[in-house]
């Protein structure tokens, strides 16, 4: 990757991703409620069934 590429990246805000402020920022917000990975899996398995996201959007686990 160029200088200039690398430049141009931005990182998304969680107004443009709010399932980022769900699942990767609960820990920093509250120490107390940490989330595992199976948490985060279960929470998107969730919005795929209600309709949020897609299905095929869920990681698939490798075990």
């Known amino acids: ?10 990182l998304l805000g969680a107004t443009e991703f709010p399932l980022a402020k769900e699942c990767f920022l609960v820990g920093n917000a509250d120490k107390s409620h940490r ?13 795929a069934q209600e ?3 897609e299905s095929s959007d869920i990681p698939k686990v490798i075990l």
């Open 1 to 10: 990757m160029s200088n200039k590429e690398y430049n141009n990246i931005r």
């Open 35 to 47: 989330m595992t990975a199976q948490n985060m899996w279960d929470l998107l398995t969730l919005k």
């Open 51 to 53: 309709g949020e996201i």
